[in-house]
């Protein structure tokens, strides 16, 4: 059971960036494919993009493809989340979550290994 901590959220100008950071704390992260995911108040969580274990795989939901860009560092265990051009709608709590396989993400399912594995989430909020 991999245990999570997200980071790098904040207050930022429309048109701004921010990088989030997903750290899993106990074990490698070597092997497994990462998604972020976000919900905004009132809203259902939403996968926003996924990397497949070892990077080779990609996705973003349409509503950030070509803002975000999601990359990985094994040897620090740790899965970045790059958002440029930030939005207002982009406005949301922030978790990561290990998926159950690269597949998932290459197909956008975004299906998690752990349902009650998450992170305590890192708030970004995007002003107009």
């Known amino acids: 059971q991999l245990q999570f901590v997200e980071s790098g959220g904040g207050l930022v100008q429309a048109g701004g960036s921010l990088r989030l950071s997903c750290e899993a704390t106990?074990?490698?992260?070597?092997?497994?494919?990462i998604g972020w995911f976000r919900q905004a108040p009132g809203k259902e969580r939403e996968g926003v993009s996924c990397?497949?274990?070892?990077?080779?795989?990609?996705n973003y939901v349409a509503s950030v493809k070509g803002r975000f860009d999601i990359s990985r560092d094994n040897a620090k265990n740790t899965v970045y989340l790059q958002m440029n051009s930030l939005k207002p709608e982009d406005t949301a709590d922030y978790y990561c979550?290990?998926?159950?396989?690269?597949?998932?993400?290459?197909?956008?399912?975004?299906?998690?290994?752990?349902?009650?594995?998450w992170g305590q989430g890192t708030q970004v909020t995007v002003s107009s």
């Open positions: 979550a290990a998926l159950i396989s690269g597949q998932v993400c290459r197909d956008a399912s975004y299906r998690i290994l752990w349902k009650d594995d």
């Open positions: 106990r074990l490698s992260l070597d092997y497994y494919a």
């Open positions: 990397i497949s274990s070892r990077g080779g795989i990609t």
